[in-house]
T-cell receptor, first 112, second 116 residues
Framework: GAVVSQHPSRVICKSGTSVKIECRSL??????MFWYRQFPKQSLMLMAT?????????EQGVEKDKFLINHASLTLSTLTVTSAHPEDSSFYIC????????FGPGTRLTVL | KQEVTQIPAALSVPEGENLVLNCSFT??????LQWFRQDPGKGLTSLLL?????REQTSGRLNASLDKSSGRSTLYIAASQPGDSATYLC???????????????FGTGTQLKVEL
């Protein structure tokens, strides 16, 4: 149990476009999910905490208008990178809370 | 602000060697500490979770210890194998209310290569 999926696994987009990444808890309900970003050779940095039915809580330095988070159901949270630029290229990982955090497989975003 | 550091940043060992990965954290007020494995381009696999009241946890060839007062944890890997090659991350979970108390702060990672 406690499986978390992400879609897509990889996405390449042009600068200025928006990209949506989905995070799903497949076999449990999660009122809380987390979004992380990982740059090459670096560790995971928490971007925001996603709470079902309420606004996400963003970490300091993360632009909430650029990284839109929607946690509309107990099994789905989405991260939308708006007006993406090359510096947004990164590996985005989500996790869902069920006692402890269970992590998705990640999404590789490349912005050209 | 919690800071988590891992030493060494990279490690290359021959197959069969026993090895120790180190993790240190600045704020000892933690709920638990977790070790993860990450393969290139992949998500995280949880290896061991140590509650703040525990001193160590074992799973197969892996043993993790926790010294909360000194802000240190070690991951011991016995009889290393090429399949152990990956990046190992430690993460501490903060104490506190539901929101902040569930946050994980990750270390910088140790990239391990086990050679034949």
């Amino acid at each position: 149990g406690a499986v978390v999926s992400q879609h897509p696994s990889r996405v390449i987009c042009k600068s200025g476009t928006s990209v949506k990444i989905e995070c799903r808890s497949l076999d449990f309900q999660a009122t809380t999910m987390f979004w992380y970003r990982q740059f090459p050779k670096q560790s995971l940095m928490l971007m925001a905490t996603s709470n079902e039915g309420s606004k996400a809580t963003y970490e300091q330095g993360v632009e909430k208008d650029k990284f839109l988070i929607n946690h509309a159901s107990l099994t789905l949270s989405t991260l939308t990178v708006t007006s993406a630029h090359p510096e947004d290229s990164s590996f985005y990982i989500c996790s869902a809370l069920r006692g402890e955090q269970f992590f998705g497989p990640g999404t590789r975003l490349t912005v050209l | 602000k919690q800071e988590v550091t891992q030493i060494p940043a990279a490690l290359s060992v021959p197959e069969g060697e026993n090895l120790v990965l180190n993790c240190s954290f600045t704020d000892s007020a933690i709920y638990n500490l977790q070790w993860f494995r990450q393969d290139p381009g992949k998500g995280l696999t949880s290896l061991l979770l140590i509650q703040s009241s525990q001193r160590e946890q074992t799973s197969g060839r892996l043993n993790a210890s926790l010294d909360k007062s000194s802000g240190r944890s070690t991951l011991y890997i016995a009889a290393s194998q090429p399949g152990d090659s990956a990046t190992y991350l430690c993460a501490v979970r903060a104490l506190g209310l539901t929101g902040g108390g569930n946050k994980l702060t990750f270390g910088t990672g140790t990239q391990l290569k086990v050679e034949l």
